[in-house]
């Protein structure tokens, strides 16, 4: 019997657990190549032990028949088809793999009951929301469904929001690289300035048409420099449009790669990708053929030149050349400087950075390195110094609150300081006491001397603000005043008149700021003081 990894264990559980809780429709999230298949293969597994039914759902070919398959080799459970000719109406197996496509028809789908499956799986779960798959989902509304995709982006995990109660398990691509069952990245900025400021955004991304118009300038240097990186690798390139992928592969082979290009009209599509498999060529170029449903593990290195804003399709790009392989050390993937002006351009910070802070460090050392970046290590790098500089404007902050503190009266000091037993014991009673002090009362305070910080609210703010008022007409001494001198241990400063504690200061500037000798700071009064 198979045994699932740890992370998948745990996986398998967390979404048996959600049914069992009474959410419905939940997800599954992990980057390509940690084995969403064999999870859902276990979870489908388990379902079907009491003789129900379920139900896989994709829109690919490769999809299915990888579901198929690992059901086969894996736990020996054969599956039915429902697809063109073939359907599992009348079939005695508990599972169907169904092409969205034959499924979504009205007519075929209304021959199954709508409790035929107890168990619905979505592989690619970001397609879930079209309306051929929403119309097969609310046919079997009392199924569970399972929703499996790679880690979305914003966008995505918003929109999925919309479907699914919750999110059972979560898998993360760094973690799955610190564990050993994904390869590592390193990321290489190529010098080159391509400019698609120009080209338009279509349905949420870039015009692949006008991308391949774009691109069609660069293409030379982009093959130039791909003999300086990708020799001995193999190679994935993407590109958006099928006649910019069979130039490029042609402008590869004239500068001494071996390219070979496939697309969705290749006739001999499954022997071109054997023979590069096989290792007869290089490089292996695509029109967006490969996103997903195909897996090449000796894959060591790949080539975006289809520029995205969506997360998750970047991530299946770069997901084909993620599986570890025998003497495979990393995956290098090779970026470029497009020049837009839109700042959400997918870049390989995307794949791990939790926010823009962190993807903006992780850019910025990709593009100032000049050498291969390894993307979890830069990301552990850009964590820490986010800390450091968090914490260093924190301790400036700080240190700033600390002078101010210096420099100011603490508010019941104050109080203590000049004997006003109201001040100490104050306690607002009407709503204008209880609201924030104002912008003006805080100024007028801290023009004065007084530490707002402490000061929780207008009635106390305005009560200070009497006193200092009320305390200049009598020409007592300031704040600032009564600050300085107690720290030299003087008691009762706020009794003092304004001109005592002057002078006083004045004494102590003189003596290079010390206390007089003659003077005692603990029994000092200040008319005596000056008398003596």
Known sequence: MFELRPYQQEAVQAIENEWLNGNKRTLLVCPTGTGKTQIFSSVIKDQIKDGSNALILAHRNELLDQASNRLKNTYGIESALEKAESTSVGSPLSVTVASIQSLANPSRLKKFDKSYFKTIVVDEAHHCLADTYQRVLNHFEEANVLGVTATPDKADHKNLGEYFDSKAFEYSMPRAIREGYLCPIKAQMIPLQLDINNVSVSNGDYAVGEIGNALEPYLNQIALEMC????????????????????????????????????????????????????????????????????????????ILRPTKVRSLYQQ????????????????????????????????????????????????????????????????????????????????????????????????????????????????????????????????????????????????????????????????????????????????????????????????????????????????????????
């Open 228 to 303: 300086n990186y990708c020799k001995n690798r193999k190679t994935v390139v993407f590109l958006p449009l099928v006649k910019t992928s069979q130039k490029f592969t042609e402008l590869l082979n004239v500068h001494g790669l071996r390219a070979i290009e496939v697309n969705g009209n290749s006739k001999d599509r499954e022997q071109r990708i054997k023979a590069f498999e096989n290792g007869e060529y290089d490089v292996l170029c695509n029109s967006m053929l490969l996103t997903e449903g195909w897996d090449c593990p000796s894959v060591d290195c790949i080539v």
């Open 317 to 532: 790009m770069v997901g084909r050349g993620m599986r570890l392989a025998p003497n495979k050390e990393y995956l290098l993937l090779l970026d470029f400087l497009w020049l837009t002006e839109r700042h959400d351009l997918c870049k390989p910070s995307g794949l791990l950075a939790k926010n823009e802070e962190e993807a903006k460090k992780i850019d910025e050392k990709i593009a100032n390195s000049g050498y291969e970046v390894d993307l979890v290590e830069a990301e552990e790098e850009a964590k820490r110094d986010i800390v450091a500089e968090r914490e260093n404007a924190l301790k400036r902050e700080l240190e700033e609150m600390r002078k101010k503190k210096r420099q100011l009266v603490d508010p019941v000091q104050y109080a203590f300081s000049i004997n006003a037993e109201d001040l100490a014991n104050y306690e607002p009673t009407f709503a204008w006491e209880m609201a924030p002090m104002s912008v003006k009362q805080k100024e007028y305070l801290e023009k004065h001397g007084i530490y707002t910080e402490e000061i929780s609210n207008a009635g106390m703010a305005s009560l200070i603000i009497d006193k200092l008022k009320n305390r200049q007409i009598e020409g007592l001494a300031t704040p600032k005043q009564i600050r300085l001198l107690e720290r030299y241990g003087f008691l009762h400063v706020g009794l003092w008149t304004f001109d005592d504690a002057s002078l006083m200061i004045t004494r102590i500037a003189n003596n290079k700021w010390f206390v007089p000798f003659e003077i005692n700071p603990k029994t000092y009064e200040p008319r005596k003081g000056i008398r003596a």
